[in-house]
């Protein structure tokens, strides 16, 4: 009953709707974008190549966790959202926000083709008093270098016949206690009147909005904070080597520096970086800093500590089965537990399972894996079974989801590889328990 409702209500829409905004790219960061901007009053278009995914949209089905499907039909049914494949709606709505993926290419370059192909979509549309806001994650440039030149093609100049920024989206995706709505916005404009706007415009809608002087600031405060997160990883996993060496506890070194309530920020050893932030961003970022002859070491020294981690790790499960069931990798049964690329959600996304799983392979090893979030890792061309540690020589905790009783597990287990200290302090003086 809902969805025809909704359906047929879209189709009678008057032809002349105006919005208030178009958010282009309906993925993690666009439909919580939408949400958030229609909630605050605003009457919202969100634009997306999929057909079928704008046809749920329409039927108020969210494909985003974040934003339930519950909350979403309402703002459909009262025709503050909209969503279409036709860019020439774009006409019809005062701001338009970016909100597409900027992955790398297989030479681990920037890959702005996504962004481009959009933003020529949108010269195509564009109209005096048009704000433009570029929110995917970029490297410094990018909306004065590439998306400038491509809306200036049309005669109109930015900060005088329409304007341009850059605000970097901050979406976690999971979060419950910060979210688009609370997290502080970061807005630079090509102009001041170009900041002015986009800083007007996201009043209102969201809590907080902080302007820099220029959007290069602003791709750059972004990447400052991802690139901040890689690094500080890397230190605790290159510590994490050093300790295994000197017979220190890594995991007991951490939680008690943690206990300095200033200067300091916990991170954890891990088994790599996963994720569609923070093992790409960097590369935005060092990849931009070449063409000024500057090679940021520190940043691609970290990446290197980071990308070595799956194969540190190989060499764990291996000494594990050794020293613990006296047997090589090769025709061992290795169980890996959790595949996606954090805790307690599931996305694999440059998750470091799926190369862990490539070299155990590798080395002999039969493989299953584990994960009530994963029903099928394709790049694996594995599906989830069930967690039965008593059938496997190994079992190597790599995603340490909060559902899992790892005390029951280690129980059960003959060798536990523990890469996220999920067996906590009793794990690690466990015989069986090996641990990053
Ligand atoms: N990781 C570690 N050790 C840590 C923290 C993370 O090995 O101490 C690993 C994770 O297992 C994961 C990868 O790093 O594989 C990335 O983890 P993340 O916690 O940074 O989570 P992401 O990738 O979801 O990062 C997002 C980012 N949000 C945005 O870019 C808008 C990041 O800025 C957030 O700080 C992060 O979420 C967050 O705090 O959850």
Known sequence: MLEETLESQTEHEPETKTWDVAVVGAGYVGVPLAHTLAASGRSVLLIDISADLVAALNR?????????????????????????????????????????????????????????????????????????????????????????????????????????????????????????????????????????????????????????????????????ENIFRGVNIALVNELAQLCERMDIDVWEVIEAAATKPFGFMSFQPGPGLGGHCIPIDPFYLTWKAREYGFYTEFIELAGKVNENMPYHCRSLVSQALNHGRQRSLSGSKVLVLGVAYKADIGDTRESPAIKLIELLRTAGAELAYHDPFVPMLAEAGLESVALDPAAYDCVVIVTAHSQIDYADLVDKAQVVVDLRNATGAEGRRNEKVWTL
């Open 60 to 224: 108020g089905e969210s494909h985003i966790t974040d934003v339930p499907s519950e909350d979403l039909a309402p703002l459909v049914r009262e025709g503050r959202i909209r969503a279409t494949t036709d860019y020439d709606d774009l006409r019809n709505a005062d701001a338009i926000l970016i909100a597409l993926p900027t992955p790398l290419s297989k030479q681990r370059e920037p890959d702005l083709s996504i962004v481009i192909g959009a933003v020529e979509e949108i010269g195509a549309r564009l109209r005096n008093g048009h704000l433009v806001v570029l929110e995917s994650t970029t490297y410094p440039r990018t909306t004065r270098e590439v998306v400038l030149p491509i809306l200036e093609r049309t005669g109109l100049k930015a900060g005088r016949d329409f304007f341009l920024a850059f605000s970097p989206e901050r979406v976690d995706p999971g979060n419950t206690t910060w979210t688009t709505r609370n997290v502080p916005k970061v807005v630079g404009g090509i102009t001041p009147a170009c900041t002015g706007r986009a800083a007007q415009f996201y009043e209102g809608a969201v809590d907080t909005v902080h302007r820099v002087s220029t959007p290069e600031a602003a791709e750059l405060t972004k990447l400052l």
